[in-house]
């Protein structure tokens, strides 16, 4: 089941330039949350806060406070952070040198699940869960390259949902997608939040109101505006905002 | 008019300058890449044509037999199947063909566990004027001649290991085949190995860390963000993807280490007609013993001697190429089994 | 720089071999004595060769260059001492001196490449058959001790002899306390200890001379391993081999207990380090030490005995003062020169060289720790260098 996420004086740093100003937020659980925002906004830095992967690349840093449910994320250790929050990148980055079956397997041995019948059925279930088990079932032994993008994307996402996570974060997961794989990978959002906290930074507004419950709109590093996705797009509180939605900038 | 008739002529002769050089180029560069392949033929070519009487003198014993005796340089010449060799000359190189592998296999197991990790650390960890520093540090310590490296190793790495280290390790793991037995003096197997590991691990991190490098970091952020540790996912995501370059890199760590000549001559002990009997034992290399030997080779009025080096250069320059080729012929076969049967965890 | 050297040797016994090579393959019917000849006509067609270069003048107002490769133990005295003071008296005559091993200066001065080849050892008869008539000319005396690092004798001299020491080199007397080493050191506190071996691991005019001393003394060393620059060392178990005097050095004072022998020009460096040294026995049955007086009376017992190509071994000498472990440095040179100045430009060096009043005197040999060249042999050194010819 997932859980909720609070956020207070969230800022973000990249060497000496500021991407997040003190961002206060609640994300509820089994809510799907699109973050919306031209480029550089921040919106993408705001996700990588919320598992810790900003703070991996080299001069960068935060403040501010982030707990899921009770617990204090930057009080944990940030492997167990990450396995509790699970991201899928901007790109299906699937790893290149292990097959369809090794690339789910792969974090699952690493956290000791050694026995074979119990690896090929979370494998199973992952697959099935990212809808991707009826198209690979017989190619589990080929290289996760020679899968689509499509299929790439969703073997990353099934890879996610293979270490059972609270959370499922999402950067920007269509958009080197083709429509068609868009629309099953939106399909599949909508499928996995009731099971799952969903946060999913989008370009594509028209995909904000498909899949998401509620949406933030993010402007030079500050939440503008947050609340249900229909009240945002129909009627921004802000100006910007209405700016934003109504495509006259961004 | 004819003064831009004249202009128009220059540019046209410029232009067809420009080809000219272009041509030029071309054949320039054509001669350059093919260099390579033509130098190690001339070299090969010479060595083997060198070594031809010896190889006619001692045939496979040249690597079965144990006895290196340039026979006695001051008697008679004795002829032996039409090839003329000093009396009692016997080339036997297995004795430096063990010193070679064993030493240079001892620094590997060394130093590719280290330059890997601090290539990581240089690659992932570190930025900015850090990382500038210990990269150049790194660089600094692959240019420092063998001569240096042999004399510390001579006084302060000798000493160490003859008193302390080898001592130690007898005294722990003794009951291992090999690890056991005396000590010595520190003049040996393990200094050598060592030392040589001192020497490549310069060359394999630099070559390393430029590898891990050009990872795209997208891969690495998936498996960080899945959850793996820093270790894990260099040794699950990166170091796979970058494996061939990897052994690339540790082929060329062993063939340096294979063909030091200064560091180990100084440090090996120069053993002579006995194998290594545990792993503080003298051992000579083949480019040591070419270095010692060739004085007294020149003074062989037979010249067999002479050709006894040539065959053991001959041999050093055989093995690596084919280490080369095993560890490249590895990446292939290891290639298509992770293909089809993945990685082990 | 050594580096260069290394790579020049290298090249130059690669392109000798390839040259052999050849020369095997036109003549495989032919015998040994018959590719000995060979050998001759190419190094001849070497000589003229160069002759054209240079042009036979004659002229003794032209400069002419005289080059030395060879023993690193000879390289001092040339390029330290002679050098310097010929050049200054004879400013026509351009010498230059390469420490190389004696090897290469043999070969190098076979091959007509340079005047002289520099040699802690004198041609074996295998090499005087080779080459077009090559001459061995003394130009000093050497000697070499034997040094050890048992701090329990400390600087004591102890007494050895050549039988004792081939036996610590094949292993068969293992420990200082051996009831051999105690018989000929009545006394003195020898300690239960190993003895750690140390040899040289190069070629080494050093080792050409102190395996004709146990040669000379053990039989079983004699028909075994024998004497050279090189020999096959007896596997002896915790032995030490080490490159060049100072890393013989070097290993005697970073191993206790350990033995080896030392040239004489670093006598003074090793005992500074805390190194003792052996009186070895002589012929007479005598234990001398080497100094200046038993190394010059060795070489004087050995005069009579000195054939006319002055090719011969000094170890052992008679008489109860002779340092047993006695050499000559030599020149090797070729009798034929490429031309008449050169030849005579060398005869007049070397004839200096040898000379009390010239390059023996002992203002020039005592920094390098050489001893002159005894008197009675002048005669035939003479004789040897008036056979150059241009």
Known sequence: MGKSISVAGLSAWYGDQQTLQ???IELKANTATAVIGPSGCGKSTFVRCLN????????ARMEGRVRLEEEDLYRMHPVDVRRIVGMVFQKPNPFPTLSVFDNIAL???LSGVRRRSELAERVERSLRMAALWDEVKDRLRQPATELSGGQQQRLCIARALAVEPEVLLMDEPASALDPISTLRIEELIRDLKSRYTIVIVTHNMQQATRVADRTAFFLNGELIEFGDTSQVFEHPRDRRTEDYVCGRFG | MSQRKRGEMHVMSQRRASRWADIGFRGVAA???????????????????????????MGWRFITDITWNLGNLYGAISVHGGVRAPAGASYGALVFLVGTLASSAIALVIAVPVSVLTAAVLAYQVRGPLQSLLSFLVELLAGIPSVVFGLWGILVLAPWVGSQLGPGIAHLFGWVPFLGGSAGTGLGLLTSGLVLALMITPIITAAVRDLLMQVPRLYREGGIGLGLTSWEVLRHVCLPIVREGLIGAVALGWGRAMGETMAVLMVGGSALNQLPQNLYSPISTMAAVIANQLDSALTDASHMAVHALAELAALLLVLTVVTNLVARLLVHRVGWTAGARGVRV | MRMDIRMRTWMGGAAAAALLLTVAGCGTNSGGGNSGSNQTASGAENTSSSGKQTG?????????????????????????????????????VQLSAASTGSGEGISDSMQGLVQIGGSDAYLSDAQMQQGSSMLNIPLAVSAQQVMYNVPEVGKKHLHLDGDVLAKIYMGQITYWDDAAIKSLNPGI????????????????????????????????????YGFGTDVSWPAVNGEIGAKGNDGIVTALEKNKYSISYVGISWLNQATQGGLGYAALKNKSGQFVLPTASSIESAAAAMVGKVP??????????????????INFEYAIVRSHQSD?????????????????????????????????????????????IDKIEG
């Open chain 3, 308 to 325: 006319d190509d002055e090719r011969i071994s000094l170890i052992d000498a008679p008489g109860a003062n002779s340092y047993p472990i």
């Open chain 1, 22 to 24: 003190s961002i206060d």
């Open chain 1, 52 to 59: 810790r992967m900003h703070e991996t690349v080299p001069g």
């Open chain 2, 31 to 57: 001669v350059c890449s093919a260099m390579p392949l033509v130098v190690l033929a001339a070299i090969l070519a010479v060595v083997v044509a060198g070594a031809m009487p010896s190889i006619r003198y």
């Open chain 1, 107 to 109: 974090a699952l041995r």
């Open chain 3, 189 to 224: 506190n020898l300690p239960h200890q190993k003895i750690v071996v140390v040899r040289r691991s190069d070629s080494s005019g050093d080792t050409f001379l102190f395996t004709q001393y146990l040669s000379d003394n053990n039989a079983q060393w004699k028909s075994k």
């Open chain 3, 340 to 384: 008449a100045a050169t030849a005579q430009a060398l005869k007049n060096f070397l004839q200096w060289a040898i000379d009390p009043q010239g390059g023996n005197d002992t203002k020039y040999l005592s920094p390098v720790h050489f001893q002159p060249l005894p008197q009675d042999l002048e005669g035939k050194t003479k004789a040897q």
């Open chain 3, 56 to 92: 036979a003048s004659g002229d003794g107002s032209k400069t002419v260059k005289l080059d030395e490769t060879g023993s690193s133990l000879l390289y001092p005295l040339f390029n330290g001492q002679w050098i310097p003071a010929y050049q200054d008296k004879h400013p026509n």
